[in-house]
C-alpha cells in the first residue's frame, strides 16, 4: 500500500459521497413526486432506504468507531468530545433512519408522502453536518495526531470491508 493515510481517507470520502448521493437521489424523487412529474414507487425508495441504512451499519460506522476513532482517542486526547458526540451520532442515525422506515411503510399504506419527506429531510439534514464535522475536524487531527502503524492499521481494515463488497 503506498500511502495508507491517504488512502483510508479516500474510502472514508469516498463511502459519504455515496450515502449522500443516494440521499440526494431520494429527496429528488419525493420532490418529482410530490410536484406530480413522476410516479410513487414504493419499491426505489424502499432500496434506496436499504442502501442508506445498511452500509453505514455493516460497512462504514464500524469502521470509524473501531478503527479510526479507536486509535485517535488513543493519540489525541483533545478529540475525546467530538469523538463522543460522533459515536452517539452514529446511534442517533440508527433512529432517524428507523423514522423514515416507519414513514414509507406508512407512505405504501396512505400513498402520502409528506410524513416521509419530513423523515427524509430531517436525515439528510443530520447526515450533512455529521459528515462534515467527521471531514473537517476529525480527518485533518488524524492526520496530524496518527502514526504510520495507525494507518496501515486503519487502511487494511477500510479495504478489506469496503462497500462494494457487501
Ligand atoms: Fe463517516
Redesign the pocket.
Known sequence: MQNPAAAAIEI?KD??RSMGAIVKGMQARVAAVKAGTEPLDVYLLRAMLDYIEMM?NRV??PK?DEYLFRLLRRRAVEAAKVLDDLEAEHIRARELLATMRAALDATRESGGIDELERALDAYAAFLWQ??KR?EELILPLAERSLDAGDWLTIATAFQANRDFAW
Do not use: S
Open positions: 472514508i463511502e459519504h453505514p462504514h460506522h470509524e455529521h459528515m467527521e
